[in-house]
């Protein structure tokens, strides 16, 4: 499955495909990676489990939904309570088997890996996550050069469908939506 975002600093547009993938074999269709809480959206790639644990838990997420770190620190807190994470050793941060992108209704986006850092992603700069990222990413540079009129729903729709032609763990129709919270 692969997730992506774009924003203008104003608007948030969100994209995905909407099958998942099991062995490179389709085994669910009509998947929505997208969580809302509060003015948050998190999309969610990687172990499919913990995503739907975390849609179970959207009302803790809801009472922590201030600022960044409030709702990074919640998902941590909810998913170490659960044992859902691993260590490699004593010193490293512990990883939730998920990539997310972090959207805010005010038009900021944000990355966040295995280990919850984060990473603001710039205006006008189309995001991923999860299979076909480097293809979302490559389009999206080629995209900016041949098309730099084109609107952020029309780039991410493109961007998107990149992935979905791509990479094989990435079937299905490619779903867009303008962030409303």
């Not at 929505?32 to 948050?40: A, D, H, L, R, V």
């Not at 998190?42 to 959207?58: A, I, M, S």
């Not at 990074?72 to 050793?89: F, H, K, Q, T």
């Amino acid at each position: 499955m692969i997730i992506t975002a774009i924003t203008d600093g104003h608007e948030v547009w969100l994209g995905h495909n909407n099958t998942v993938v099991l062995d490179h074999s389709p085994i669910s269709e009509d998947q929505n990676p997208w969580i809302y809480f509060g003015n948050w959206v998190l999309g969610v790639t990687g172990e499919t489990y913990v995503r739907q644990f975390l849609d179970t838990n959207v009302d803790k997420l809801e009472k922590e939904a201030g600022s960044v770190s409030e709702v990074i620190r919640c998902l941590a807190e909810i998913l170490i309570e659960e044992n859902l994470y691993s260590e490699d050793d004593d010193n490293a941060a512990p990883s939730f088997n998920i990539y997310c992108i972090l959207a805010n209704n005010d038009g900021r986006v944000f990355d966040l890996d295995s280990s919850f850092s984060v990473t603001k992603i710039p205006n006008g700069k189309a995001w991923a996550r999860g299979d076909g990222i480097d293809y979302v990413l490559g389009a999206d540079h080629v995209i900016r050069e041949i098309k730099p009129k084109l609107s952020n729903e029309e780039r991410l729709k493109i961007v998107t469908e990149a992935a979905m032609a791509n990479d094989i763990d990435c079937p299905g129709k490619a779903i867009m939506a303008k962030l409303v919270v």
